[in-house]
């Protein structure tokens, strides 16, 4: 084997080789903070170089560890065990005492966000959030498990091999500003899996609340092992970095932005981990020449009541029908935009502004950005290039308008430009959907409406992600990640003839 040695130090212009035909150079700032026990991690398919500290390689590495030997003991728990931990987890949660406790430290982490000019739409710990905890953990109560379960069976002469579910492992979660995934997660523990969380700064103090004052104890109560859920208890991106290099992760899944999740991507693959990615969302709804105005209507607005990945991001519009389906448009995006007391903001592909009203062009509007109210220009020229820009808007409605030839004018855009997630056809033509099924490139496609998608309400059932197709197709699976599709297969051989031999 080749002889190799710790990494203590870095040389200003060291270089790195990527994919074994290109090279990168150690930016200057790593260099200048590189200290012995830290990592350099470089990513194939980005081209990034990151530093991890070692103080954020050993939290992580412990939180792994801990997760590690919980698994270990896994196989001892019963289903009625795993049932009791998500009631006893709803039960605290329900519990005004505990909840207002960790409203207490959620408001702290809203205000100190907004100090920072970032978005608190998913942030808050309201009682919209607190019953869809509750609802996703009781869901699981009742839920079937893999594990155990027998997938296939082959009978042979004297003897039969079962094809058995099984637990898959430690599964890795890393996300953003969502402390109701905390509990979604925990779906993983249902198939006899353990987790590990790393949440961002912004949610950090409330992740904290609720494993202290909820699950936790809750795991204790229904005697499963400490550290079958458990929290990378770090601000950093970095602790992030180390947790998916972590090769005793089974699964890893990432939800936030794109850049973000496209890093967290290449480290966990080149770890040989499976991930689950979802960074970059946003819907396309494709009108037809043979679309109803008043159904694609009711697909815009109520593809805009919030903005989260499922949202309406971007809308292709026929040539032919620009000249009442764009004023439909227009009156929807108001719509919607009156229903949450703003406006709306459109941008308009480049070449297609004559289809728009020419004073939106010019009109400015108040425009409620992350950062506050913002005097916008209502409508703005983009170039198609950017059809795949996500708008994450956060209470003014915003969108992109796309005219094209045809519908399959739109799915070659929508192939090339999108984040191949969500696309809906607006049409009467029943022929015209089964080619637009066969021909668009998205795990999600439906006829109306675009927020239909998400595990709970579509598949009843607490979803722990969505991935998109930028990445690939998925392998065995559906897009939608919930608790049963976390599962590996075991083969179990039982002989009824002693003799049986090759």
Not at 26 to 45: H, N, R, S, T
Not at 63 to 85: C, H, P, W, Y
Request: aromatic content about 6%; overall charge negative; some cysteine.
């Amino acid at each position: 084997m080749p002889a190799w040695s710790q990494l203590e130090k870095i040389r200003p212009g060291t270089c790195i080789v990527l994919g074994g035909d290109r090279v990168v150079e150690v930016p200057e700032e790593i260099v200048a903070k590189f200290a012995p026990g830290d990592a350099i991690l470089p990513i194939e398919a980005t081209g990034e170089i990151l530093h991890v500290p070692a103080a954020e390689r050993r939290v992580a590495k412990e939180t792994v560890g801990r997760a590690a030997a919980a698994f270990a003991k896994m196989g001892a728990v019963t289903d009625a065990q795993i049932s009791t931990f998500f009631e006893e987890f709803a039960t605290r949660l329900e519990n005004d005492s505990i909840w207002t406790r960790i409203q207490r430290v959620n408001d702290d982490d809203v205000t100190e966000a907004k100090s920072r000019g970032r978005s608190t739409t998913r942030l808050v710990a309201d009682e919209k959030l607190r019953r869809g905890m509750v609802d996703g953990l009781r869901g699981w109560i009742e839920a079937p498990s893999r594990r155990g379960s027998i997938v296939e069976t082959i009978e042979h002469d004297g003897w039969r091999v079962d094809l058995v579910g099984a637990e898959l492992g430690i599964v890795a979660f890393v996300f953003e500003g969502r402390p109701n995934v905390l509990a979604d997660a925990t779906g993983v523990l249902r198939g006899g899996n353990t987790v590990v969380f790393r949440i961002g700064r912004d949610a950090l103090g409330t992740a904290r609340a609720v494993m202290n004052l909820a699950l936790d104890p809750a795991l204790e109560a229904a005697g499963l092992p400490a550290g079958a859920a458990c929290l990378v208890d770090s601000p950093s991106h970095a602790a992030g970095w180390a947790l998916f290099s972590d090769a005793r992760v089974s699964l890893a899944v990432a939800r936030g932005s794109g850049p973000a999740v496209a890093t967290l991507g290449g480290l966990a693959r080149q770890a040989g981990i499976a991930a689950s990615l979802h960074g970059t969302g946003g819907a396309w709804i494709v009108a037809s020449e043979r679309a109803d105005e008043r159904a694609f209507r009711s697909a815009v607005v109520h593809s805009l009541d919030r903005k989260v990945c499922n949202t309406l991001n971007v809308c292709c519009v026929p040539r032919a029908r620009a000249a009442d389906l764009v004023p439909a448009l227009l009156e929807s995006l108001a719509t919607a935009g009156e229903r949450r007391g703003q406006s709306f903001k459109l941008h308009v592909v480049q070449g297609d502004e004559s289809h728009v009203p020419a004073d939106l062009f010019s009109k400015e509007i108040s425009v409620r950005r992350a950062e506050g109210d913002v005097a916008e220009r209502q409508a703005e020229p983009l170039p198609e290039s950017d059809l795949g820009v996500e708008w994450e808007w956060e209470e003014t409605p915003e969108i992109t308008l796309k005219i094209v030839d045809d519908v399959d004018h739109a799915v070659v855009l929508f192939n090339r430009h999108s984040p191949q997630f969500i696309a809906s056809l607006v049409s009467e033509d029943g022929a015209e959907h089964e080619r637009f099924y066969s021909a668009v490139n998205a795990p999600f496609v439906g006829n109306g409406f675009t927020r239909w998608v998400d595990g709970q309400y579509a598949l009843e059932r607490p979803e722990l992600g969505l991935s998109n197709w930028q990445s690939g197709r998925l392998f065995g699976r559906g897009a939608v990640l919930s608790g049963d599709s976390v599962y590996t297969v075991r083969g179990r051989v039982t002989q009824t003839n002693p003799d049986v031999g090759r």
